[in-house]
């Protein structure tokens, strides 16, 4: 990559964010296209967001992919909102047009398309779980009701916030108990828990679901991709369920992003040759 006076520039904004794997999927992207484009990681701290926003915007970015803990903020932030950022509250995509602010989220149809993609997994008409109730537990809520699931069924620690997650999708979406997901067809953990067990350590089941009572016949994908395999994931496994971890759907959201600001057929191979595992 050489950087000219024509570079266009695209980045990351979070806190942390320099573990991000975000800028090897973007530029393995630009260079797989033969984009004169960068894409940088920027720290910024919650205090200093809309400023470091609004001077992107002034700077002319291209866009930004935002992460924790600032979707919902950028989200307020923005002059125009999709559909999906109006419902979540939260955006993990902004692109910057002649001044102006639109955010999006890819986080739900990032998703989407590695169940289509890898798995052939179409949610219509499915019963689908989700353990969680945070941003990613939210979208994916959204994205299989919006995808035809016949039932959605949230399970979390905090069974309010389940319910409020619930209630992005009436009547396909309700709170339920971790033992209602023993029929689920396709389960997705969108919790962090399984980052979180150190080495050694005896996992604690997120939101009480034990991943023996799940297995064959049945997809399980959790979210999290650092370790490439959770506790979680591999209890699931030996007990016979296909699964997934979150390296497919943080791959997916990103192409979606390179579509959207680039215009281009987004080159998924190369970008799955910039990231580990
Ligand atoms: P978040 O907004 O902070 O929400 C976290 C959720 O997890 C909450 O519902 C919380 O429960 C629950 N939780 C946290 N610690 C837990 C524990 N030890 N046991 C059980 N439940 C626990 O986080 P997020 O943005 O949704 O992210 C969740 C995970 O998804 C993270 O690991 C993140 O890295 C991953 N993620 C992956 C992708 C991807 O592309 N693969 C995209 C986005 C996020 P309470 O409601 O009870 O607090």
């Not at 910024?44 to 470091?52: E, I, K």
């Not at 989200?75 to 001044?99: E, Q």
């Not at 209630?167 to 689920?184: F, I, N």
Request: proline fraction near 6%; hydrophobic fraction near 50%; charged fraction near 20%.
């Amino acid at each position: 990559m050489s950087l000219s006076a024509r570079t266009e520039l695209a980045g990351v904004i979070g806190s942390p964010v320099r573990h991000s794997l975000s800028p090897l999927l973007h530029n393995a992207a630009y260079r797989a296209l033969g984009l004169d484009w960068a894409y940088l990681a920027f720290e910024v701290a919650p205090a200093d967001l809309a400023t470091a926003v609004r001077g992107a915007a002034a700077l002319g970015l291209r866009g930004l992919s935002v992460t924790m803990p600032h979707k919902d903020e950028a989200a307020a932030l923005a002059d125009r909102r999709s559909p999906a950022v109006r419902r979540l509250g939260a955006a993990n995509t902004l692109s910057f047009s002649k001044g102006a602010i639109a955010a999006d989220s890819t986080d739900g149809a990032g998703l989407l398309a590695d169940l289509s993609v890898s798995l052939g997994f179409d949610p219509a008409g499915s019963r689908c779980g989700v353990i969680g109730a945070g941003g990613a537990a939210r979208a994916a809520v959204l994205a299989l009701a919006e995808a035809g699931a016949a039932e959605v069924l949230v399970v979390n620690r905090t069974p309010l916030r389940a319910f409020r997650a619930a209630s992005l999708a009436p009547g396909v979406a309700r709170l339920a108990k971790p033992d209602e997901l023993e029929g689920a067809d396709l389960v997705v953990q969108a919790t962090p828990s399984g980052m979180l067990a150190g080495e050694g350590e005896e996992p604690g089941w997120p939101a009480g679901v034990d991943p023996a009572r799940l297995g064959s016949g049945q997809i399980v994908v959790d979210l999290v991709y650092e370790p490439a395999e959770t506790a979680f994931l591999r209890e699931a496994r030996r007990f016979g369920a296909v699964t997934r971890n979150g390296l497919g759907m943080l791959v997916h959201q990103a192409a979606l992003q390179v579509a959207l600001w680039t215009g281009e057929r987004p080159p998924l191979s190369a970008m799955w040759e910039a990231v580990p595992g």
